[in-house]
């Protein structure tokens, strides 16, 4: 069993940068890929983010390329996504979720966080 908690979201103005962390327990957690996604209101869950289970390999949509960075530290079971140059449309609850591979389909993670909200004012 793998258990995620995700903290770190808020209320930032457009231009501000949050670091959302990702806090994982239970088995094997280091030997997994872990991913974000996000859902805003009213749209579906989407992909934002993966890293490889040693962090050397790392894939994002394009829609976030060259703003946000994910990165981890299996020393402390943590990913993180360190998100820059912020914009209203980036307001959604943010997921951790961990699957077997590197992947961008949500039908692939087997355990998701409960998610935290990030609120861009404008």
């Known amino acids: 069993q793998v258990q995620l908690v995700e903290s770190g979201g808020g209320l930032v103005q457009a231009g501000g940068s949050l670091r959302l962390s990702c806090a994982a327990s239970?088995?094997?957690?280091?030997?997994?890929?872990m991913g974000w996604f996000r859902r805003a209101p009213g749209k579906e869950r989407e992909f934002v983010a993966v890293?490889?289970?040693?962090?050397?390999?790392?894939s994002y949509a394009d829609s976030v390329k060259g703003r946000f960075t994910i990165s981890r530290d299996n020393a402390k079971n943590t990913n993180y996504l360190q998100m820059n140059a912020l914009k209203p449309e980036h307001t959604a609850v943010y997921y951790c979720?961990?699957?077997?591979?590197?992947?961008?389909?949500?039908?692939?993670?087997?355990?998701w966080g409960q998610g935290t909200q990030v609120t861009v004012s404008s």
């Open positions: 979720a961990a699957s077997t591979g590197m992947t961008r389909l949500v039908n692939d993670y087997n355990y």
């Open positions: 239970g088995r094997i957690v280091s030997s997994k890929a």
């Open positions: 890293i490889n289970w040693n962090g050397v390999v790392t």
